[in-house]
């Protein structure tokens, strides 16, 4: 993940605008199959980082107007920004590991879903070398364990499966409260409509 914790605005910059040129074209990109699971670990990190920085940069961009990176001087403003994405990344990595795993057991017959926690943690031990807090890491692996206790393999990946990265975004994007109120609906349903696509991606990389 290009994620940084630094509040360098040089960098920031940089990896913002990296997102929005890599969304760009994305579509023309070639796609890699997924055959195991380092390629189906190497999916869920990249596109939840993907959905993560894409919808929080958007709705930033859509309340604050034209002249948004002008508030990257603003140091307190840009620690705001990183603590937000490392955030709503960690749910966001949770929700497609949940989702993908309950679409391959119901669909592929995959056997395996005690990978689960063996997936999650070893992207966000990789993501230690870029910054991303301890604590964040900590209350991410503690939460997932919470939602893996309770998880139903067979229901999940029809069920809101990413509602709760949705929630995430909305909690955690740095706009004054009584703006996200108003925001909520739109919110939500822009986190959705990222992962839908994802959804289709993800359907068309795992067939043989």
Same mark, same amino acid.
Request: proline share 2%.
């Given at each position: =993940?290009?994620?940084? $914790? ?6 920031? #910059? ?14 023309? !990109?070639?796609?890699?199959?997924? #055959? ?52 709503? +990344? ?17 669909? $592929? ?10 997936? $999650? ?34 229901? +999940? ?11 995430? !975004? ?20 822009? =986190? ?17």
């Amino acid at each position: =993940m290009v994620l940084k $914790y630094k509040f360098r605005l040089k960098d920031v #910059k940089l990896e913002d605008f990296k997102v929005y040129l890599l969304a760009l074209f994305k579509s023309i !990109l070639p796609k890699k199959k997924i #055959k195991n699971i380092e390629d189906l670990k190497s999916f869920i990190q990249k596109k939840s980082a993907w959905v993560s920085q894409v919808t929080l940069y958007n709705y930033l961009k859509t309340r604050m107007g034209t002249k948004w990176v002008l508030h990257f001087d603003d140091e307190k403003f840009l620690a705001s920004i990183n603590k937000a994405k490392w955030n709503i +990344y960690c749910i966001a990595l949770q929700d497609l590991t949940f989702y993908s795993l309950s679409f391959l057991k119901v669909f $592929y017959n995959f056997k395996e879903t005690e990978k689960a926690a063996e997936i $999650y943690e070893e992207i966000l031990n990789n993501e230690i070398q870029n910054g991303m807090p301890d604590d964040i890491i900590a209350k991410g692996k503690e939460k997932f364990n919470e939602r893996l206790q309770n998880i139903d393999w067979e229901k +999940y990946y029809n069920s809101w499966p990413f509602n709760e990265s949705a929630l995430a !975004l909305y909690e955690w994007a740095p706009i004054a409260d009584e703006l996200k109120k108003l925001d909520r609906k739109i919110v939500l349903n822009s =986190m959705i409509l990222k992962w839908d696509n994802i959804k289709d991606e993800f359907t068309k990389l795992i067939k043989i």
